[in-house]
Nanobody, 118 residues
Framework: QVQLVESGGGLVQTGGSLRLSCAAS??????LGWYRQVPGKERELVAT???????NYAQSVMGRFTISRDNAKDTVYLQMNSLKPEDTAVYYC??????????????WGQGTQVTVSS
């Protein structure tokens, strides 16, 4: 069973930076991503990265966040710069299940809290 563990969240001031990490229990060959969720809202995509390092970003974070992966370490990262209060959320690591197109069968981490103060 694949396990994902996020780390690196915390409290920062507006304009600050954080680097999130997500370590997988085993080799992940497919797409990895970061999603975030605020109470009362649906979980939303932040960024994804394929096994070939092709990236995709939400418009709200483009130019500020950078997703990367280290396939040798089975780890995905999210470098967050120029943080804004609206970035405050629980951030979840996601690994695509290659056997289904539905995210219902994806693998998810437990989440790490990111709080950006005004």
């Amino acid at each position: 069973q694949v396990q994902l563990v996020e780390s690196g969240g915390g409290l920062v001031q507006t304009g600050g930076s954080l680097r999130l990490s997500c370590a997988a229990s085993g080799t992940i060959f497919g797409t990895l991503g970061w999603y975030r969720q605020v109470p009362g809202k649906e979980r939303e995509l932040v960024a994804t990265i394929t096994s070939d390092h092709v990236t995709n970003y939400a418009q709200s974070v483009m130019g500020r966040f950078t997703i990367s992966r280290d396939n040798a370490k089975d780890t995905v990262y999210l470098q967050m710069n120029s943080l804004k209060p609206e970035d405050t959320a629980v951030y979840y690591c996601n690994a695509d299940n290659p056997f289904s197109t539905s995210m219902e069968y994806d693998y998810w981490g437990q989440g790490t809290q990111v709080t950006v103060s005004s």
